[in-house]
Each structure stands twice: as structure tokens, then as C-alpha cells.
T-cell receptor, first 107, second 114 residues
Framework: AQRVTQPEKLLSVFKGAPVELKCNYS??????LFWYVQYSRQRLQLLLR??SRESIKGFTADLNKGETSFHLKKPFAQEEDSAMYYC?????????FGGGTRLMVKP | NAGVTQTPKFRVLKTGQSMTLLCAQD?????MYWYRQDPGMGLRLIHY???????AKGEVPDGYNVSRLKKQNFLLGLESAAPSQTSVYFC?????????????FGPGTRLTVT
């Protein structure tokens, strides 16, 4: 069965510091991974997907099949990055979400 | 476009009571999903639908039923509510299956069962 693990429930950094939100997965098939974000009082929304190899709001994520990881990174955190972040894995007709990491960026 | 809407926003039930949560989307999406969100456990899929008239079980389907009589609506029912069903419920929809396409989420329904 597929599984997504986000080992940190809370990550607190200062503005301007680098950020790395960890995501590990287990899946027997070819993985398709995503990061979703939920800002305060807003809906959950897609941040980025690995197949697009894009940078959104300064965030990037690289799929490492050897380490079965899909960590989300940003070189310089901003206060507006404070939110709940979820890593998700596509498994057929459904997404499997990790437990989420709350990122707090302090001024 | 309203996107994905959910009714009601909040509800308090007593153990054993029943209720239906309504999800509506105006994007003509084929796929719809119901999730529950609990602290530390992320979102867990309850049921989903791949098209009008179809439903399928997700990860945590017990105690819930669903129906998709119209393409734009996906109903989640609790026949006999239990305190363990206290949660925030999210509906989502997408053009394609699972993660092949972006899922669009509703604002959530906060349910408390006492």
C-alpha cells in the first residue's frame, strides 16, 4: 500500500532563512507527487507537481526515487509562506496525503 | 464561477443522528472526492466518484455513504453519527483521476459529534 510521511509537524524559521519541508513516500508503482498548500482562512490548493519541474512562489521540489523523497525547498523564506503544507502521492484514482507540516516564518 | 461549494459550513450532531453534506461544483469535472482532515493525519479519502452515477470506496469509508445522482453534486451521508466522525470534511473535484490533474477543494465543513 502507498504511504506518505511528513516527519515534521511544525517547522519554524526566520524570514530570509532557507526552508526544507521533508516528504518521504512508499509506493510500488511509478510515483507522481504533489505539494498542496493551505494558507490561513483559504482553501487547500495545488502548489506544484513533480512532473512539471516548475518553481512556484520560489518553491521547488525534486523527486529522488533512490531515497523515495520529494522534499520542498525555498532558499529564502517569506512571512507569507506561513501555511500548512501537504505532500501527496497519486495512486490510481486517488491521492494519498501526508500528515502535513505547518510552516511558520517569523519576522 | 463559484468553483467547489460545500453545505453546511458548520454542524453539531448528537451521537446517533444522521445528516447529509452537500458538495457542488460548477466546473463540469468528472471526478469528485470526499476527504476528512484530522490533526496530524492529513487528509484521508472517504469515498470518490469517477462520474455521474458511480461511487467507490476510499481509505476510510466505514460509517459513510455517498451518492452522485447529478454530475455537479456529490453527497456524503452519515446514517448514525459517532464522536469519532468529528472532523473537518473537504470535498474536491478534478477533470482527471486522482493526481493526474489538479484537485480543486471546497472550503470545508466542520462537524462535531457529541
Amino acid at each position: 500500500a502507498q504511504r506518505v510521511t511528513q516527519p515534521e509537524k511544525l517547522l519554524s524559521v526566520f524570514k530570509g532563512a532557507p526552508v526544507e519541508l521533508k516528504c518521504n513516500y512508499s509506493y510500488s508503482g511509478s510515483p507522481e507527487l504533489f505539494w498542496y498548500v493551505q494558507y490561513s482562512r483559504q482553501r487547500l490548493q495545488l502548489l506544484l507537481r513533480h512532473i512539471s519541474r516548475e518553481s512556484i512562489k520560489g518553491f521547488t521540489a525534486d523527486l529522488n526515487k533512490g531515497e523515495t523523497s520529494f522534499h520542498l525547498k525555498k532558499p529564502f523564506a517569506q512571512e507569507e509562506d506561513s501555511a500548512m503544507y501537504y505532500c501527496a502521492l497519486n495512486a490510481g484514482n486517488m491521492l494519498t496525503f501526508g500528515g502535513g507540516t505547518r510552516l511558520m516564518v517569523k519576522p | 464561477n463559484a468553483g467547489v461549494t460545500q453545505t453546511p459550513k458548520f454542524r453539531v450532531l448528537k451521537t446517533g443522528q444522521s445528516m447529509t453534506l452537500l458538495c457542488a461544483q460548477d466546473m463540469n469535472h468528472e471526478y469528485m472526492y470526499w476527504y476528512r482532515q484530522d490533526p496530524g493525519m492529513g487528509l484521508r479519502l472517504i469515498h470518490y466518484s469517477v462520474g455521474e452515477g458511480t461511487t467507490a470506496k476510499g481509505e476510510v469509508p466505514d460509517g459513510y455513504n455517498v451518492s452522485r445522482l447529478k454530475k455537479q453534486n456529490f453527497l456524503l451521508g452519515l446514517e448514525s453519527a459517532a464522536p469519532s466522525q468529528t472532523s473537518v470534511y473537504f470535498c474536491a473535484s478534478s477533470w482527471y483521476a486522482g493526481g493526474l490533474d489538479e484537485q480543486y477543494f471546497g472550503p470545508g465543513t466542520r462537524l462535531t459529534v457529541t
